[in-house]
Nanobody, 116 residues
Framework: QVQLVESGGGLVQPGGSLRLSCAAS????????MSWYRQAPGKERELVAA????????NYADSVKGRFTISRDNAKNTVYLQMNSLKPEDTAVYYC?????????WGQGTQVTVSS
């Protein structure tokens, strides 16, 4: 059974940091590119960051460049999103996605709220 389980979300003040984790099971993690998306209320889901299968290449949305870092540990079947210098506009539900040749899988999401 394929599972992607996000964790690490919560309430944080502007300027603070959070580290999201996404633990994968039920498929060959190292064969899948991984990414983080987010969806704010009333807005479409958007790509935040992506990382290739071996973790060599990454890309980021312009809005998070220099503040967020995506990484993965293929030995632990986990992808991470380190978020620094958080802003209120980063408030959203954050989802991880696994993308393979034929399939893609989504997690259930974790809420991140940036507010004073």
């Amino acid at each position: 059974q394929v599972q992607l389980v996000e964790s690490g979300g919560g309430l944080v003040q502007p300027g603070g940091s959070l580290r999201l984790s996404c633990a994968a099971s039920g498929f060959t993690f190292s064969s899948y590119a991984m990414s983080w998306y987010r969806q704010a209320p009333g807005k479409e889901r958007e790509l935040v960051a992506a990382i290739t299968r071996a973790g060599i290449n990454t890309n980021y949305a312009d809005s998070v460049k220099g503040r967020f870092t995506i990484s993965r540990d293929n030995a632990k079947n986990t992808v991470y999103l380190q978020m620094n210098s958080l802003k209120p506009e980063d408030t959203a539900v954050y989802y991880c996605k696994a993308r393979g040749v034929s399939y893609e899988y989504w997690g259930q999401g974790t809420q991140v709220t940036v507010s004073s």
